[in-house]
């Protein structure tokens, strides 16, 4: 049997993987600038706020454009024709969710940075990113309507336009500081990334208005009542384990800058070894993820679509070739990182550290890249409550690393711990799969 809707996929995965590529490209030459302009202690408070975007962003849009993709692309198939109210359904719920996250976070930025953050400077960047939490939902959710419809083009040019603004705008405010001889703050690399959500969602909003002159919706109350029990059914799940995750995630975070002063260094040494990290090292090893990722995304609907009418041969067929080919993009990436990492650290970024944190961190390759596509084709199956405790696991193992290792062995620690909880997760993935997948194929 032939795999269904499979150009689309292939279509769509090619979109998704240039324009991921060309905006990951467009965010190196952003973070070269910014680790110019603000070091690598700037970095490192930068990168402090992942905590509450991850937070705020698994509240009010995660489980929701999950819902939506997954929703959208069921009623497709049963229908033959693309529907607009599971995306109306979860813009009602996720709107309202983030302007209070907004307030929230807007008038509790002290205390946050202060209680939760660590660092009373973070309380400004907080309240500018603030305000980017409603507009990442509703990009969000206008995503998952277009995932769910298998047209990459949307978001892909959504990402981009997002990327290219947000780049523009800080580049013009730090021109405007420094061609008087004044030195910019932190502050302008939030107030960009704002102003880049700003611009995507607007871009959604002309997306989705040309969809409803082609696709009315008329929706009976009984209708209503059944999109909002179908959406909430999927959605709310997913959104407490993204919840309980992030904020396992978040405790991490957190706990590295804390336990490597433990170790011996100083605050602004290791906010800065923070920075490199995550700022510098880590998104050279999640570049080739572009292209797995895309494939993640747009497995969910096609996955969930086969499984919906009963396709096992076609889902067993995609998970298989899935497999192999990011397995083999994942060894590829790691012979390179390890092979090329100090080279690249101290040619990019000019920091000899960063080198070192790629050709470490290389090694994590094969398995982080299967396990993004793994992730996707278990939601297609509706295995979230099982994604759900691996994932947990893998987290716990990082946490336990972070608690136990790093006073003693230093960020060392910390990549020894991601290392091992990369591998189980990937372990647990390919069993889960595995046997879900033989029990069908018995039955």
């Known amino acids: 049997m032939k795999f269904k809707n499979a150009h689309p996929l292939i279509t769509g995965t090619l979109i998704l993987t240039l324009t991921g590529i060309l905006s990951r490209i467009i965010g190196f030459f952003y973070r070269i600038y910014l680790s110019r302009i603000f070091g690598e202690e700037g970095m490192g408070l930068y990168q402090l706020l992942s905590p509450v975007l991850s937070i705020s962003f698994s509240l009010t849009a995660a489980g929701y454009q999950t819902a939506i993709s997954k929703l959208v692309a069921e ?10 109210r ?10 309202p969710l983030s302007l209070l996250c907004n307030a929230i976070v807007y008038f509790g930025a002290d205390g946050i940075s202060l209680r939760l953050l660590g660092d009373i400077r973070t309380a400004d960047m907080l309240r500018i990113l603030s305000f980017s939490i ?31 603004t947000r780049v523009g705008c800080v580049w013009l405010v730090t021109a405007c500081y420094i061609s008087p001889g004044n030195q910019p703050s932190i502050n302008v690399a939030a107030l960009g990334l704002t102003v880049g959500e700003m611009f995507s969602m607007l871009f959604s909003f002309m997306a989705i208005r040309n969809c409803m002159q082609c696709t009315p919706l008329i929706p009976t109350r009984d209708d209503r009542n059944a999109s909002y029990r179908g959406l909430l059914s999927m959605a709310l799940p997913l959104t407490a384990n993204r919840i309980v995750l992030t ?33 510098m090292a880590m998104p050279f090893i999640f570049f080739p993820n572009a292209l797995t990722g895309s494939v993640a995304v747009l497995l969910l609907p096609v996955i969930s679509e086969n499984y919906a009418l009963n396709h096992m041969d076609a889902v067993k067929k995609a998970t298989g070739k899935t497999i192999r080919y990011c397995g083999f993009m994942g060894f590829l ?26 050709k470490t961190l290389g090694f994590i390759c094969p398995f982080l890249y299967l396990d993004t596509t793994l992730s996707g084709i278990l939601q297609g199956l509706g295995k979230v409550g099982h994604i759900f405790i691996m994932n947990v696991i893998s987290i716990l193992i990082r946490l336990g690393f972070v608690l136990f290792f790093v006073p003693s062995l230093g960020i060392r620690g910390y990549l020894l711990g991601l290392l091992i909880s990369q591998l189980l997760q990937c372990l647990l993935y390919l069993l889960c799969l595995y046997t879900f997948l033989g029990k069908n194929h018995k039955a």
Request: glycine content about 10%; proline content about 5%.
């Open 86 to 95: 599971p995306l109306f359904t979860g813009l009602s719920i996720s709107i």
């Open 134 to 164: 409603p507009m990442s939902a509703v990009h969000a959710c206008v995503n998952g309507y277009f995932y769910g419809i298998k047209k990459a083009g949307i978001p892909s040019l959504s990402q981009l336009i997002e990327q290219c």
């Open 333 to 358: 990436s790691m012979f390179g990182f390890v092979l090329l990492g100090d080279w690249l650290g101290t040619t990019v970024f000019h920091s000899p550290l960063a080198g070192y944190f790629i």
């Open 247 to 279: 904020l396992l995630q978040s405790v991490e975070t957190v706990s590295i800058p804390y336990k490597l002063r433990q170790y011996g260094y100083d605050e602004v040494t290791a906010l800065s070894i923070y920075g490199v990290l995550t700022g």
């Open 75 to 84: 009623q497709t198939a049963l229908s033959s024709r693309p529907s607009l």
